[in-house]
Nanobody, 125 residues
Framework: QVQLLESGGGLVQAGDSLRLSCVASGRAFSTYTMAWFRQAPGKEREFVAGINWRGISTYYADSVKGRFAISRDNAKNTVYLQMNTLKPEDTAVYCC??????????????????WGQGTQVTVSS
């Protein structure tokens, strides 16, 4: 069983930056597609960003494109989400997810096999 642990969330003002981290247990991290999802109160969970196992291909939701950047360090079993120019509408619980399939980044949540508990990001106006 793979465990994912997020960190780096917090309360910031609009325009600020945050970097989220997600550390995975186990030896197979480098083979997983990784993604970040978020869920705001009263809303459905939505895809934010994803990265393939090599770290070569990345994908972003239109709402964060140009502001957020996903990256990974397979030697550290860690995936990151750099969030810049944060907006109040970015307020949500951010979760990382791992997909064992070699298909590549998928923007729906169902295929992902492992999930972290999430970290709260709150952006004040």
């Amino acid at each position: 069983q793979v465990q994912l642990l997020e960190s780096g969330g917090g309360l910031v003002q609009a325009g600020d930056s945050l970097r989220l981290s997600c550390v995975a247990s186990g030896r197979a991290f480098s083979t997983y597609t990784m993604a970040w999802f978020r869920q705001a109160p009263g809303k459905e969970r939505e895809f934010v960003a994803g990265i393939n196992w090599r770290g070569i291909s990345t994908y972003y939701a239109d709402s964060v494109k140009g502001r957020f950047a996903i990256s990974r360090d397979n030697a550290k079993n860690t995936v990151y989400l750099q969030m810049n120019t944060l907006k109040p509408e970015d307020t949500a619980v951010y979760c990382c997810a791992a997909d064992r399939s070699p298909v590549g980044v998928r923007i729906i949540s169902q295929p992902y096999d492992y999930w972290g508990q999430g970290t709260q990001v709150t952006v004040s106006s």
